[in-house]
Structure formats: C-alpha cells, structure tokens
C-alpha cells in the first residue's frame, strides 16, 4: 500500500511556497523529517490510497513503487517521479488548510468552524471557543472537524484567491499575480486603542464589525423617558441652603455604555431634574443618563456623523445643544425630541456656552481662527470673534456675560501671549491678551462660584489661578499642582460652596484640593486611562462624576 499525496498543481509555476504546519500561534513549523505511519490522518489533505490505483492529473499520470511516500512534483510534462528507494518528506495540501494560503490568512473576520463532539457526552465550554477573536481558528476545532475525501468525489473548493490564479495565465499576467500576492500579504495597521476596543468586545460578546461602525448619523430621537417625580434624593435638598461639601469615597454607579472617550459630562442645571446627566463621547453619540436613581440610560443621541466634542444643557434644563467634528450644530427638545435648531460651522467644533443672561444666544468655538456668536431664534451667527490662533480650547464667561475669556493654543517660545484672551461680548473688541505669560496652553477654564477669580488648567501640570477683573493678574503665591495634564484635556471645576477644587489626570487619578490652602485633600484611583472630566452635583453635596479616555462614567458618592 501506498500513501500519496494530492494537490492542485494550477499554480506549480507560480512563486513558490515554504512547506509547514500552521500552530495555534501561527508560527511556521518545519516538518520535513516528520514521516507519519500509513493511514493516520494528521492532515485533511493526506489521502490513503490502494496500491496500483492511479490518481487523476491534467497532463499525465504519477507513478510510484509500492512501500514509498512519495510527494506529487509535477514536472513540465505533467508527471511524477521519485528515486527508487528513497522515502521524500510528505507534503501538506495547501488548499486545505485553513491558514495555509496568504489571502486566507489575512481575510478577517472569518466564521468559527464549527466544533463536533462526541454524541455520547454533553458539549463543554471551551477555552478557545468561547475567549478566541472572530478571526482566530482554534487547533482543536479545526482538527475535530475532519475532512473526508473518496475518489469519487474529488472536488476541492479553492477559495477565491486560489481560483483566481488559476484563471490567470502564467506568461501573460506574471508581473499583475506577483503584484497581487505582495499586497495581499501586506497587513494593514490597526492602531492600539481600537485592537484594545476589539479584544473589550470579543470578551464582552460584541461583534467588532458593530463596534467599529457606530451609529447611523441623523437619527430621530424619541421623546425622553423622564420621570414626573422629582427624585427622592434630591427632594430633602431642595428647601435647604447648600451644606458643606463632603469628599465622595465610593462608587455609586459605573455607567457603562459609550464606545469610545467620553469628552464632556454635566448635571442638569435645574435642581428639580438635577438627577439626569449628560455625556458626549467621541463615538459620534451623547446619551442622557439617570445617575442619581437607577444609573441608567434614559436616551441616545445619534444626530452626528462624527465625533461629538461638547454638549450643554440649556439653561431651562429641557434643551441639549451638541456640536462635532462634523462641524454640525444642533439644538434637541428633549420632551418631544425635535431639533429647534440646526446650524452649520465652518470649523470643527470643540466647545460650546451658553450666554448666561439671554439663553437664546451661544458662543461656539473649535479649530478655526475665530470664535461665533449664534442666535437659534434666526439660526444665523450675530458676532464674529477673530484672533490669529489655531484652534479654540475652552471658554468661559465673566461680569454676567459682559465679558468671556476663550482659551487658546497660540504660544510661542518665549512666553504665551494670546493662549488666554478676554473678549467684550458685544462689541466684538479684544480687551486684553497678556494674561497667561507662561508657555504652556491651557485646556479648560473653570469660575469660582463665590469669589472673583478662575481657574486654569495648564499643560504644566498645576492649576493657575488668576482674577476674574481687569487686568487678570495671576496669583504667584496659590497654584494646584500634583496631578498630570500631558496634553489631554483635562477638565478642572470647583464645588457649589467654593471650598473644594477637583480636577482629572492623565494617569486615570481624581484629585481634590482645598481652595483656601491649595493643599491636596484627597486622591481617588477611579480610571484605567486618563480622567478628562470632572463635576460636582449642583445639590446632593457628597456626589461627584467623572469620565475617562477609556469611556467610562462614574459616580461618586
């Protein structure tokens, strides 16, 4: 009896192949000194032949001697031959293996194959079906899954790079199939956040596919789910003046739902409804949350093509006014879920505020040289801010909307004039941009409820603090520092009674400082990335939320 080996030989004169077996680690194994005994079937392509029977070819035929393996080589005129007495390495078939063929193993994702087992035990979990990525054979599964072949029945389907190579003539189309194979086997590069993205899903059950596409831009929202209560928390706070703020140590809900960094978060201005919650993430979505109660989602938000860097309640606390990458500008009606107003930047947005005198009036500022005044009412810019700077970080207004201080990426070498420029609101005219004249930018602004000064985050890794009235000296003598800023955007504010300040870092860590000693009161490990945003709940005196890189929402209590 003879063992033979069959293949295809359609690509005999293509480029050439190293011979091997494919672990599950998908390294190359040499395995030409390895001569299995006759009949074991360590390969789906190993065919147990009778001795005398010939095997099909398309030019000619293969003989061998009985008592020797021999590997099918075709030559030019179709037939095989070997040296008498001499035992060749056996050949695996390429068009059988699942990982053999270069186009095979770069197609991603691929269906699991389909895992037999014996009728007489029940099926047990296993480790690499139910960990494995979308794309990863199991060795297991693709050995209990055989593969029988009979001569009556010999048709090997060829997958469609394999097919396509047969079609092409060697001579003619040469140059185009090596050139097809070179970039078939160039793997593009996934960057590191979305493979990290990609293994979250494959553990929590998701398909990648659905985790990389994101939600259809321009969806209708639904009317909000709100209760028409006010919550049973928040009601014993309602009558009293604000108490001492007290230093959240716990967890009270992780919000869990946004497939990518969270960039802003804010409470519900109005107290009564101070029990829902805001949150825009990059994943081109904003979701409104009830994370005093239950901690879930009450309504997701799809009406952005790209990603959503700042969302604002209204002032009324019944209106969400978001903009994006996508340099869209809408206004959402959460009771009936309708757009009172949709605009368009020519810039990217990156943050926006509401006048807090006339709500029907927003600032809005992003990667352009200037910064807009909106009316929702017409739908029209009324004001026009221009500065020569790149890109608007933050914005913050004072006097009771008179003034307004936008934050810049503008520095120089020496010092950093225009990074923090005051603006009079109505006449459009630049009052003073000698403000900050340190080189570092700053990320965010933040305004002491009770005092006449404001904050500013910096990329030094310390919170400045500076005077909130002409001519906006900074304080020399208070700053904030022990946390890392490392180029995110670090959000910074401070409690209802002023007494405490809490800002996010670049490590994952929360922490809060005392205003009047600019000591650190306490430092709280909540994230695995970096914490970009902070707030304080406007009533409940001990909650406090924070947003990561990673997407992640927490409350504190």
């Given at each position: ?7 295809d ?5 293509a ?13 190359m194994?040499d395995?030409c ?12 392509g ?9 095997l099909?070819?398309k030019?000619?035929?293969c ?15 179709g037939s ?17 293996d699942?990982?053999?063929c270069p ?31 979308a794309?990863?054979?199991p060795?297991?599964?693709a ?9 009556g029945?010999?048709d090997?389907?060829?997958p ?26 160039v793997?593009?590069?996934t960057p ?8 979250l899903?494959t ?8 985790e ?26 309602l ?12 967890v009270l ?9 969270v ?17 825009a993430s ?16 009450l309504?997701?938000?799809s009406?952005h ?32 879920g309708t757009?009172?107003f949709?605009g ?8 926006l ?7 029907s009036?927003?600032v ?8 807009k005044?909106w009316d929702?009412?017409?739908?029209k ?5 221009k500065a020569?700077i ?6 913050l207004?004072?006097?009771e ?8 990426d503008?520095?120089s ?19 003073s ?5 340190e ?11 009770r ?17 909130a009235?002409w ?5 020399r003598?208070?700053?904030?520092e022990?946390h ?24 994952g860590?929360?922490l ?9 009161a ?5 994230h695995?990335?970096a914490?970009v ?19 992640d ?5």
């Amino acid at each position: 009896m003879a063992s033979l080996v069959a293949y295809d030989d359609s690509d005999s004169e293509a480029e050439s192949e190293p011979m091997g077996n494919f672990d599950a680690a998908g390294q190359m194994k040499d395995t030409c000194d390895v001569v299995k005994p006759r009949g074991q079937n360590f390969a789906s392509g190993i065919l147990d032949v009778m001795e005398g029977a010939a095997l099909p070819t398309k030019q000619g035929s293969c003989e061998a001697p009985a008592g020797q393996h021999l590997p099918l080589v075709p030559t030019k005129q179709g037939s095989c031959e070997a040296p008498a007495g001499q035992h060749l390495p056996l050949a695996r078939l390429w068009r059988r293996d699942p990982g053999s063929c270069p186009s095979q193993r770069l197609q991603w994702p691929r269906t699991e194959p389909e895992v037999t087992f014996p009728t007489g035990e029940p099926p047990r979990p296993s480790l690499w079906t139910s960990h494995a990525p979308a794309g990863h054979v199991p060795l297991a599964a693709a050995r209990c899954k055989q593969v029988k072949l009979s001569w009556g029945t010999f048709d090997l389907s060829e997958p469609s790079f394999c097919a396509q190579t047969k079609s092409e003539t060697p001579g003619e189309n040469g140059s185009s199939l090596q050139k097809k194979r070179r970039e078939d086997c160039v793997v593009p590069y996934t960057p590191k956040r979305l493979r990290q993205l990609q293994a979250l899903s494959t553990e929590t059950g998701k398909s990648p596919d659905a985790e990389a596409q994101g939600p259809s831009a321009g969806r209708t929202p639904g009317p909000l789910c709100m209760a028409p209560r006010v919550s049973e928390f928040i009601q014993p706070y309602l009558d009293t003046p604000y108490k001492e703020t007290q230093i959240a140590r716990k967890v009270l809900f992780y919000l869990r739902g946004h497939r990518g960094p969270v960039n802003s978060i804010q409470w519900c201005p109005v107290s009564s409804r101070s029990h829902m919650f805001l949150s825009a993430s990059m994943d081109k979505t904003f979701k409104v949350w009830n994370a005093v109660d239950s901690g879930s989602c009450l309504q997701t938000y799809s009406l952005h093509s790209e990603a959503v860097r700042a969302a604002r309640w209204s002032p009324c606390g019944q209106r969400i006014l978001s903009g994006g990458f996508d340099c869209a500008l809408h206004l959402t009606d959460l009771e009936t879920g309708t757009q009172i107003f949709s605009g368009r930047s020519n810039f990217r947005v990156t943050t926006l505020k509401f006048h807090p005198k006339d709500h029907s009036l927003f600032v809005c500022g992003g990667f352009g040289s200037e910064i807009k005044a909106w009316d929702v009412r017409t739908g029209k810019v009324v004001r026009s801010y221009k500065a020569t700077i790149q890109q608007t970080l933050d914005i913050l207004f004072l006097q009771e909307g008179s003034e307004f201080l936008s934050s810049t990426d503008a520095s120089s070498r020496d010092s950093a004039d225009r990074t923090i420029i005051a603006w009079d609101f109505r006449s459009s005219a630049r009052i003073s941009n000698q403000i900050f004249h340190e080189r570092y930018t700053c990320p965010s602004l933040a305004l002491h409820p009770r005092e006449p000064v404001f904050l500013a985050q910096t990329n030094g890794n310390y919170l400045a603090l500076f005077s909130a009235v002409w001519p906006y000296r900074m304080s020399r003598r208070r700053r904030y520092e022990g946390h890392k800023v490392e180029g995110y955007s670090v959000g910074c504010e401070c409690s209802p009674d002023g007494d405490l300040l809490v800002t996010g870092s670049a490590d994952g860590r929360v922490l809060l400082y005392c205003f009047r000693t600019a000591s650190r009161a306490r430092t709280l490990h909540g994230h695995a990335q970096a914490c970009v945003g902070t707030t304080f709940h406007p009533v409940l005196p001990s909650v406090l939320a924070t947003c990561s890189w990673e997407g992640d929402v927490k409350i504190w209590h």
